[in-house]
């Protein structure tokens, strides 16, 4: 292989590939990036086997080959090089690549490139929706941050991805709360298609979409194990989780006994300032919510967490509340979560008592659902 390509365009293609690098493995190879020439261009990738992200990049092709090249001392040794053109070949000899820029240059032993592993690829036979890319990014945003942590269940580590008529729905859980986002498909599609999808991946694509704008294809391989997209000159794949997601419309109350509108800017500040405390008591906040006495004024949450040795926390934040009284817990943290990525400057609660399930949406929005269970404490 013998190339030359700019430093700046070859820095941020390895850049986009490196969240896929493998951070411990067995496999020395997936701690290297793959750079093949392909078609004139250079196509570089990386792979953990969860994900692989492949990127292509304009480049001045002298000489077929291909080589992977450990990915962190790959990124630094470029990061380093000034602007400009970057010259690079292989040494056959020992297997090693050399990078030139001007005067500096620098020799890097690879792994064989027969060793990597096949990246799979948009074909004509996968299954294939179009989406808004800055649709899905959104989608992603508010969802992804719900689904478990670890991998103890997996399913839950994922976000079942359904694509339906001309709807596409995320949702995630935890088995304490539930994130589900509806959105209008670029084309309706035949029958119903379940996915899981690994939460990390998602966000790796989120990632990857950035300022992108225009339409998106996300494909699901004949197997149904991956599903894949291209974003411009790139291509993210990733597994798909086996299992059966939790029953959304069974988990999503119907109806509110008691309904408030509030700023949602004022309730985060609220909830974050209790959270403060909250935190030595297993993240409990409590909120009392008061109609108002009339229909001219205004209803009231009280947010309020206690610690025994660092103090309280009690703020107030008006609010248009319909239907009865209700005191309720709920995990800090899980409330700051939801309010945080929301954009709206009205938010809406429904809750159904102390002890179901409550929920919060943008105002004026149902596309949008976020289901936290409450938290039981002494006194309730």
Not at 59 to 78: C, K, M, P, S, Y
Not at 312 to 319: E, G, I, L, M
Request: overall charge negative; charged content about 25%.
């Amino acid at each position: 292989m013998r190339l030359s390509c700019l430093q700046e365009n070859l820095q941020r293609a390895l850049g986009r590939v490196s969240r896929a690098v493998a951070s411990r493995t067995a496999l020395p190879v997936l701690s290297n990036v793959l750079l093949a020439t392909d078609e004139g261009r250079l196509r570089i990738a990386a792979t953990n086997l969860e994900i692989g992200v492949t990127t292509w990049i304009e480049a001045d092709i002298q000489e077929e080959g291909r080589i992977t090249i450990d990915a962190r001392l790959l990124n630094e040794f470029v990061n380093t090089l000034p602007p400009g053109s970057v010259e690079l070949s292989i040494e056959s000899a020992r297997l090693a690549l050399l990078l030139q820029s001007g005067r500096d240059k620098g020799s890097i032993n690879g792994i064989d490139a027969e060793d990597f592993p096949v990246i799979a690829t948009i074909t004509d036979d996968s299954t294939v929706f179009e989406v808004d890319a800055q649709q899905i990014r959104e989608l992603i945003s508010l969802v992804e941050f719900a689904a478990a942590s670890d991998d103890s269940r997996p399913v839950l580590a994922g976000v079942l991805t359904r694509f339906e008529q001309d709807q596409i729905m995320l949702a995630s859980a935890d088995g304490f709360r539930m994130a589900v986002n509806e959105a209008t498909l670029g084309a309706p599609v035949e029958g119903r298609h379940d996915i899981i999808v690994p939460a990390r991946s998602y966000r790796e694509l989120a990632r990857i979409i950035g300022d992108f704008d225009g339409k998106l294809r996300l494909a699901i391989t004949p197997n149904r194990s991956q599903i894949m997209a291209r974003v411009g000159d790139t291509e993210w794949v990733s597994r798909l989780i086996d299992g059966t997601f939790p029953d959304v419309k069974q988990i999503v109350p119907k109806e509110f006994v008691t309904r408030l509108d509030l700023n949602r800017e004022a309730l985060l500040n609220a909830v974050r300032r209790a959270s403060y405390f909250a935190r030595e008591n297993n993240d409990v906040v409590r909120l009392v919510i008061a109609p108002g006495e009339d229909d001219l004024t205004p209803g009231s949450v009280e947010v309020s967490a206690n610690a025994a040795e660092r103090g309280n926390s009690h703020s107030f934040v008006d609010a248009s509340v319909s239907g009865t009284e209700v005191q309720i817990a709920f995990n800090g943290r899980y409330l700051a979560d939801v309010l945080s990525v929301l954009k709206n400057g009205q938010v809406t609660l429904g809750l159904n008592g102390t002890t179901q399930a409550g929920i919060v949406r943008p105002s004026g929005s149902e596309s949008y659902t976020h289901v936290i269970m409450p938290m039981v404490i002494g006194g309730q």
